[in-house]
């Protein structure tokens, strides 16, 4: 029997084909998205992680890139916290609750892009919102 609890996320999810979501963001926005790849290991700004590429857009023509950084530092100061490592669903299900942040603060989707960061600082509150603590 196949897990759901893909401990490795290296393709997207769905196949075959990408499944386009859309999320209704605070700023008005309906974003489209989907999960492209990811890179790990992978660095940003002297920082070892992960990167998950989505595709995004809020006007259904224009189609960029979000990279959302996964700290290694992140996952392990949430395993210190809570006396087990994160999964690879736990690990994407922060990716994607940070990625809805960025939907939800994001007036200026062209140069903002570029920072969205799991840290250590935010996976806890991340998290919290699907009760995996």
């Known amino acids: 029997m196949r897990s759901n ?11 075959p ?3 386009v979501k859309t999320y209704s963001a ?22 070892e992680g992960s990167e998950y590429i989505f595709m995004a857009s809020r006007d259904r023509k224009t189609l960029l890139p979000v990279a959302v950084f996964l700290r290694q530092q992140a996952l392990e100061a949430w395993a210190a ?3 087990r ?8 299900a922060a990716v994607k ?7 939800d603060e ?15 600082d935010n996976i806890d509150e ?8």
């Open 5 to 15: 609890n893909r401990s490795d996320l290296t393709s997207p999810p769905t196949t």
């Open 85 to 92: 490592p994160l999964t690879g669903s736990e690990q994407y």
């Open 26 to 47: 605070d700023t008005g926005y309906v974003y489209q998205y989907y999960y492209e790849e990811l890179r790990s290991p992978h660095q940003r700004g002297g920082f």
């Open 97 to 103: 609750m940070r990625l809805f942040r960025f939907f």
């Open 17 to 19: 084909g990408r499944r």
């Open 126 to 133: 991340l998290l919290a919102a699907l009760d995996i603590g």
């Open 106 to 120: 994001s007036e200026d989707f062209d140069d903002e892009r570029l920072g969205v960061e799991v840290t250590a």
């Open 81 to 83: 916290a809570h006396g």
